[in-house]
């Protein structure tokens, strides 16, 4: 499966993104899926993730009511709404996906097989 990251790039503060993350190489409607994210110097950070279903979504606490994780069952994509951005919110932006039992290993990295290469997010003034 590779994973590919977009729709980055910049916003001012109290703007909107929508991220999407595609698959190809293999259908990857069974797999769970997360945003992370990761500015230099500082640890990856989880953001939001769904699971295969789509019915199951969690968000990490800085991101909560104002990020919507969703995945369209039909193209395997999965879309990250980012609303009331915050100039915090800059950094480069990854899917990930991975299968298996979905409880709290979600807010793990290593818990994902693949990644996508990531997407700059730039929020400023």
């Known amino acids: 499966v590779q994973l590919q990251a977009s729709g980055g790039g910049m916003a001012q503060p109290g703007g909107s993104l929508r991220l999407f993350c595609g698959a190809s190489g293999r259908t990857y409607n069974a797999f769970n899926i997360a945003w992370w994210r990761q500015v230099p110097g500082k640890e990856r950070e989880f953001v939001a993730s769904i699971n295969w279903r789509g019915n199951d979504a969690s968000y990490g606490d800085s991101v909560k009511r104002r990020f919507i994780i969703s995945k369209d069952m039909s193209t395997d994509a999965a879309t990250l709404q980012m609303n009331s951005l915050k100039s915090e919110d800059t950094a480069v932006y990854f899917c990930?996906?991975?299968?298996?039992?979905?409880?709290?290993?979600?807010?793990?990295?290593?818990?994902?097989?693949?990644w996508g290469q990531g997407t700059q997010v730039t929020v400023s003034s």
């Open positions: 990930a996906a991975g299968r298996g039992p979905f409880g709290t290993d979600r807010y793990r990295s290593s818990y994902y097989e693949y």
